[in-house]
Nanobody, 128 residues
Framework: QVQLAESGGGSVQPGDSLRLSCAPS????????MGWFRQPAGKEREFIGVMNWRGDRKYYSDSVKGRFTISRDHGVKTTVGLQMNSLKPEDKAVYYCAAASSAIIQTALVDPKRWDYWGQGTQVTVSS
């Protein structure tokens, strides 16, 4: 059974930082991509960024490039982190981690339908 569990959401002020974490389980050695999406209330799910499973190739959307960083963190369990800096009110959304069990061409990474597994989501609120 493949599962993804996000944690780390919360409420912050503009300019603050927040770190989300995604703990995958299952046959992770077969995964090609790990990614993050977000969904503001009443809007469609939006691509944020992606990392290959080795963690040496990353790609971000223009809306978060330079502010958000995806990383693979090694501890008791391997997790995938999303470091969010200089948060803005428009970053408010439910954030989801996702995994793909097959390769996705770069232009298709932004399509949520191309991804195989999803976490339950964690809310991030940015307001003063």
């Amino acid at each position: 059974q493949v599962q993804l569990a996000e944690s780390g959401g919360g409420s912050v002020q503009p300019g603050d930082s927040l770190r989300l974490s995604c703990a995958p389980s299952g046959t992770t050695s077969l995964w090609f991509h790990m990614g993050w999406f977000r969904q503001p209330a009443g809007k469609e799910r939006e691509f944020i960024g992606v990392m290959n499973w080795r963690g040496d190739r990353k790609y971000y959307s223009d809306s978060v490039k330079g502010r958000f960083t995806i990383s693979r963190d090694h501890g008791v369990k391997t997790t995938v982190g999303l470091q969010m800096n200089s948060l803005k009110p428009e970053d408010k959304a439910v954030y989801y981690c996702a995994a793909a069990s097959s390769a996705i061409i770069q232009t298709a990474l932004v399509d949520p339908k191309r991804w195989d597994y999803w976490g339950q989501g964690t809310q991030v609120t940015v307001s003063s």
